[in-house]
């Protein structure tokens, strides 16, 4: 896996693959030990066999399940469901709990929470077979997936996509180097705007990322925060660009991660008696 490393990047943990409801979970917990916060990798075929042969899938998908049953395109299905389960599996690793116990909501927009556990954030991206999981218990986290391969033009996508000072950064490069360039940018901003829970509603021209990795810039290419975000970029299965962006909201979080201690009482019967 080769690695590109912005500022603050030693604060977010380096990705890690994941092949099923079998992996080796305890590096979930590990990394959230480490650093409080924790990236995953899968794929949706590593999954498949859990949605043919589970047969508790009805409550391990929760909320999820109708709209499981009411997708008819088999291939949009089984991605669906794989993206949930690696969701909840990578949650219920660092809440030390079991995948079912967890209630995983959606916000307007798309955005994944888990129900009754607002200190923990979490963010789903997918693209092709690859689907990537972060989970953050110190503040907001994004993360963002394209093709490495994926061809962005410089010339039709640069005024919508990059700020003044990117562009000058850009255009510095040689021309081979321009598309890695915009595709590395385009996932940070990804990231960011998911971790805002903005998404594509922030314009991309107005924050930008140095070329060199110097942390988030405001259009002029003047520092625009001072060490509360960070930021990651990572070659992951030698063909997917991955990057993460980090908030330290400085909630000073405790070890205590198990979900049964962050869950209030009331809300851990009403799960209870949703899956009985």
Do not use: C
Request: glycine share 10%; charged share 25%.
């Amino acid at each position: 896996m080769t690695t590109t490393v912005p500022t603050g990047a030693e604060h977010i943990s380096v990705p890690f693959h994941v092949s099923g409801p079998s992996a080796p979970w305890h590096r979930v917990r590990e990394a959230m030990d480490r650093y409080g916060n924790a990236v995953v990798t899968t794929t949706w075929g590593e999954w498949l066999g859990a949605v043919v042969a589970e047969p508790a899938l009805r409550p391990l998908l929760g909320r999820d399940w109708q709209r499981y049953r009411r997708t008819a395109d088999p291939t949009v299905r089984y991605r669906f469901v794989a993206s949930r389960l690696a969701t909840k599996y990578t949650a219920a690793a660092a809440l030390h709990t079991e995948p079912a116990e967890l209630d995983l909501a959606y916000k307007i927009g798309g955005r994944p929470y888990l129900r009754g556990l607002d200190q923990i954030d979490v963010s789903l991206t997918h693209t092709d077979d690859l689907i990537a999981v972060a989970i953050s218990r110190d503040g907001r986290i994004g993360v963002d997936v394209e093709p490495a391969d994926r061809r962005m033009s410089y010339e039709l996508l640069s005024g919508h996509v990059l700020t003044p000072a990117e562009q000058a950064d850009i255009e510095g490069l040689p021309e081979a180097e321009r598309t890695a360039a915009m595709l590395r940018v385009w996932t940070l901003k990804e990231a960011y705007t998911k971790a805002l829970g903005q998404g594509l509603q922030l314009g991309f021209t107005e924050f930008g990322f140095d070329v060199g990795g110097s942390g988030l810039l405001a259009p002029d290419g003047r520092p625009a925060a001072r060490g509360e975000w960070a930021f990651a970029t990572h070659r992951v299965l030698g063909r997917y660009l991955l990057s993460v962006a980090r908030h330290d909201a400085g909630l000073g979080s405790s070890r205590d991660m198990a979900a049964h201690t962050m869950l209030d009482e009331g809300f851990m019967g009403a799960v209870t008696e949703l899956l009985n």
